[in-house]
């Protein structure tokens, strides 16, 4: 029988408590014996620990691998206290919309949700739901396969996912390798869930790539691969939408558009010095604008090789403007007019190894240190970043080679929502080559 995942803030009091209950139980298996794999701290540690895990980031891998935890996770909540559990789902925050009152639903208030997390007002990442309503293709929404020239993060993921765990949520979500401790997490990635789900419905539910692929942590599950959670239904769940996720998805699905690659431009630098010393001295670097085909329908911005820092997580802002227009990032005005995206750098484990994917296959062992194992890498090493700059060329009455792209660091707050700029992290904004691809 199909259960329905619904939203925290229509759960029952005697549904919430259900849910808080089971995951109690959880939590004792672990005080227990932190090595029992039904336990919450080691199902937690699928996530947050290389040995263990860990999960899945800057692929196509990203969104499969979120659903097999939440899957085999709702399992175990359902399995600890039958028939009491044996209908507990996990409820999802609705993050797409602000709460009526507070940073967070009030059930992340009780005992046994409640942690230390970034309570200072912040605004919610701007794009999510056009993201998941407008994009239309499957790699640049969810991710990229393994080596695919397209790229490897995909806008949900590097965009809203990101700024949400760094900027938003921050406490143990705003570190990868503590994310899962926070009940929290359980809640946040269930809704990226009933996203991804939303985009396959609109999208006609093209098939997943990298189908065969095992998703590491779960080799020891019945379903462990790819293919395995490319339905919902399937899996024996859907989600119930409230009103105003209704209502906030009922747009038309933009047709596909064919585009073809005209002309890629190398972008240099306005001025010295280098890009990292305009990093640390300003916290920003102007490149300046080519000329384009005049065929050309669309305008991106490629960056390449962007690192993922180590130390911490920050935000790349984008602008592109006329030369002559000077940069007011704090005015509200020129950053609706000029600004064409962001993107957050999440902090990875500091970790071997490049890439996402890791076709080992290794599963747990005793304890959490693998049995001498080499961890498993939980970020790759660097990213692409597009910025499509259409737009906002197109309301400028200026030359393309007069204006010039901006790029703007800001580092995340501390875990409860503290400015600061650490001197290591800014160290790490570093990129290969910024390119200007232009499509007919």
Not at 50 to 74: A, I
Request: aromatic share 10%.
């Amino acid at each position: 029988m199909t259960k329905n995942r619904r939203d925290i803030n229509s759960l029952s009091q005697t549904e919430l408590d259900d849910y808080i209950h089971a995951l109690g139980i959880l939590r004792a298996r672990s005080a227990a014996d932190p090595d029992d794999p039904t336990g919450y701290d080691f199902q937690a540690a699928l996530h947050n620990d290389m040995f263990v895990g860990p999960c899945e980031h800057g692929s196509d891998l990203f969104l499969p691998w979120h659903r097999s935890h939440l899957y085999h996770f709702e399992k175990l909540l359902q399995e600890s206290d039958p028939p009491r559990t044996a209908d507990v789902t996990l409820p999802y925050w609705d993050w797409l919309h602000p709460e009526a009152a507070g940073k967070f639903p009030p059930a992340f208030a009780l005992p046994g949700l409640a942690a230390e997390r970034n309570d200072v007002a912040t605004d919610l990442p701007p794009d999510t739901l056009q993201i998941v309503t407008q994009e239309t293709d499957q790699g640049a929404f969810g991710g990229y396969p393994a080596a695919h020239p397209g790229g490897d993060y995909g806008r949900l993921e590097l965009g809203p996912h990101n700024y949400m765990h760094g900027v938003f949520i921050g406490g143990d979500m705003g570190d990868p390798s503590t994310a899962a401790q926070d009940a929290i997490y359980f809640s946040f990635h269930t809704f990226i869930d009933l996203l991804w789900a939303e985009w396959q419905r609109r999208n006609g539910a093209p098939p997943v790539t990298s189908p065969d692929h095992d998703l590491r942590g779960f080799l020891s599950q019945a379903k462990h691969k790819v293919a395995d959670f490319a339905d919902t239904v399937a899996l024996g769940y859907e989600y119930e939408y409230t009103e105003r996720l209704k209502k906030a998805f009922a747009v038309p699905v933009p047709a596909p558009v064919e585009r073809s690659l005209l002309a890629t431009r190398p972008l240099s630098l306005v001025a010295a010095p280098d890009f990292a010393t305009q990093m640390r001295e300003a916290s920003r670097a102007q490149f300046g604008l080519v000329a384009a085909p005049k065929e050309g329908r669309e305008v991106v911005v490629r960056l390449d090789e962007l690192k993922i820092p180590l130390t911490g997580s920050y935000l790349l802002h984008a602008y592109v403007h006329p030369g002559d227009v000077p940069f007011r990032a704090d005015d509200a005005e020129f950053a609706d007019r000029y600004g064409v995206g962001y993107a957050v750098l999440w902090r990875a484990h500091a970790g071997p190894a490049d890439g996402g994917h890791d076709d080992g296959g290794h599963e747990h062992g005793a304890g959490h240190d693998g049995g001498g194992r080499q961890p498993h890498p939980h970020h790759p090493s660097s990213c692409t970043v597009r910025f499509d700059v259409t737009a906002v060329l197109a309301e400028s009455p200026a030359d393309l080679g007069t204006q010039v792209l901006t790029l703007q660091y800001s580092p995340a707050p501390t875990a409860t929502g503290q400015p600061e700029s650490p001197p290591e992290l800014v160290q790490e904004v570093a990129l290969k080559d910024v390119m200007m691809e232009v499509y007919g």
